[in-house]
Every structure is written in structure tokens, then in C-alpha cells.
């Protein structure tokens, strides 16, 4: 749709990219009723159309993409796909990709062999199409992505109505079906501990130990004791799944360089 025009679907929030000389157009519709917001898609390449939409789940969130390659675009989905191992996402629309994996009456051209070999390295995504062609020539263009963990409540299916040269696919995913999210372990507040007693704990013990011979076994024991005295002096947080908003960035590496600095 071109920006002058205007198109309003009631009971619907509407998130468009209009029509431009240098892009086709592309709309997310999301129910009024369901929390929803527009964030910024990651880079898929220079010309490749890419829009995403954020819908608020009780116990968690889907980000889904609404992907347009052109034939002659270069597509960059590592990134893409690799959103799936921090979130819950549904990836989808023509991603002018051919690998005989995806269409087995096709021959492979760079971008299906690129996503073929991604959905290899990266197993939080899965390609959950049925290898039903999805254009009216036999190509399968329209391609389904989502995470691993949301395959056992989905559903994929082409629609009996004919909407273009493309045939109209559905997802269903049923959410509701979903264990909610276990809770993190607790951690240790170092910041909240008494140093003090930690110490006495440790003292206590030690005048009272008598060194086993054994070098496993005075390693079990030195470190039972460290676990005890820590529990009887530094307090544990209650964790919840909330995550702080540049979680993305703060991995084991990120935080063992924090550590080390």
C-alpha cells in the first residue's frame, strides 16, 4: 500500500511499511485485544524488507518478522535466525530461497543453501513448512520459521483460497499449551553478605577439622565447607524471568570479561 492511501481493518492494530520505489509493501495486523508493539527488525540484507512486531504473552513474548526478499536482493539471515536462541519468534513470508531441503523439484540457488546450512548450526529455529509448493508454478517462496521450542503447539497449512500468485499460508500456534517458563536458579547476593560471619564459619571448622590423607576427599570436605559457610552468610535473590533490557548482550563471556576487568 502507498503512503496516501489509508486502510483500517476494525478490532485489528495495524503496523505497515507503505509502498515505495524501492519497497513493496508490507503490513502485520494483531488483534486490538492482544498487547502488541512495533520494534525494530535486524538487518537482512541492503533491499531485503523486513518488519517485526512484538506481542505480549502472559508468561512471555513472540516477536514476529514479516520477511519480503526480491529476487535480485542479497538475503543476510544469520542474525535473523539467530534471534531465536534469546526469544520466541515467528519468521515468515517469500524468501525467494530454493534448496531441494525446502522444494524437492528445485535446484538450489545461494540463499536456500544459506538458510540450509543455518538451520543446522542454529537448532532453537526450525523450518516447520509441509513442502507443499506455495506458488501457483510449484515453488515453495513462502517460508515458515519458528522456534524449536513452539513446533510441538504449531500448525502449518496452506489455505484453500488462491490470493495472488503466492497461495496464502496459516500458522497456528497454540500457546496456551506451553509450560510457563521455569524460574532461574537462585544466586548468591554478594552484595547483602556478612563477610564477618562467613569467615567465623569458615574458623569454626577449621579448628575442628582433622586434614584427610586423601586429596579428593580434603577437596569434598574444604568445599563443604565453603558451601555452608555461604549459606549461613550470604543471602540468595529471588530471580524472576524478566529480562533486563540489553539482555541480549550480557552472555557468560560478556560477564567473565566483566569479571576479569
Avoid at 36 to 62: F, K, M, T, Y
Avoid at 120 to 140: A, K, M, R, S
Avoid at 144 to 155: D, G, H, K, N, R
Wanted: include cysteine; proline fraction near 8%; charge should be negative.
Amino acid at each position: 500500500m502507498s503512503k496516501d492511501k489509508k486502510f483500517r481493518l476494525p478490532g485489528y492494530q495495524q503496523y505497515s511499511v507503505p509502498k515505495g520505489p524501492n519497497s513493496h509493501g508490507s503490513m502485520i495486523l494483531v488483534r486490538a485485544t492482544i498487547p502488541s508493539s512495533e520494534v525494530e527488525p535486524v538487518h537482512c540484507g541492503d533491499g531485503v524488507e523486513a518488519q517485526a512486531v512484538r506481542i505480549h504473552l502472559a508468561n512471555d513474548s513472540l516477536v514476529v518478522y514479516n520477511i519480503y526478499k526480491p529476487p535480485t536482493k542479497r538475503l543476510e539471515v544469520g542474525e535473523l535466525l539467530t534471534q531465536a536462541t534469546q526469544e520466541l519468534v515467528l519468521i515468515a513470508r517469500d524468501f525467494n530461497a530454493h534448496h531441494p531441503t525446502i522444494n524437492s523439484t528445485t535446484r538450489m540457488n545461494l540463499h536456500g543453501r544459506q538458510l540450509v546450512e543455518l538451520l543446522t548450526d542454529v537448532p532453537e529455529i526450525t523450518l516447520i513448512n509441509t513442502w507443499e509448493p506455495t506458488h501457483i508454478l510449484g515453488g515453495t517462496l513462502d517460508l515458515t520459521f519458528i522456534s524449536t521450542e513452539l513446533v510441538p503447539v504449531a500448525q502449518w497449512e496452506i489455505d484453500d483460497e488462491l490470493t495472488s500468485d503466492h497461495f496464502a499460508t496459516t500458522t497456528t500456534l497454540r500457546m496456551e499449551l506451553l509450560p510457563p517458563p521455569p524460574r532461574p536458579p537462585p544466586r548468591w547476593n554478594a552484595q547483602k553478605a556478612s563477610w564477618k560471619l562467613y569467615q567465623d564459619e569458615l574458623q569454626k571448622w577449621f579448628s575442628n577439622y582433622e586434614p584427610a590423607e586423601d586429596i579428593d576427599q580434603l577437596n569434598q570436605d574444604l568445599t563443604g565447607a565453603i558451601q555452608h559457610a555461604a549459606e549461613k552468610a550470604i543471602p540468595k535473590t529471588n530471580p524472576t524471568n524478566r529480562h533486563h533490557k540489553d539482555y541480549w548482550f550480557y552472555n557468560d563471556e560478556v560477564r567473565e570479561q566483566n569479571q576479569n576487568i
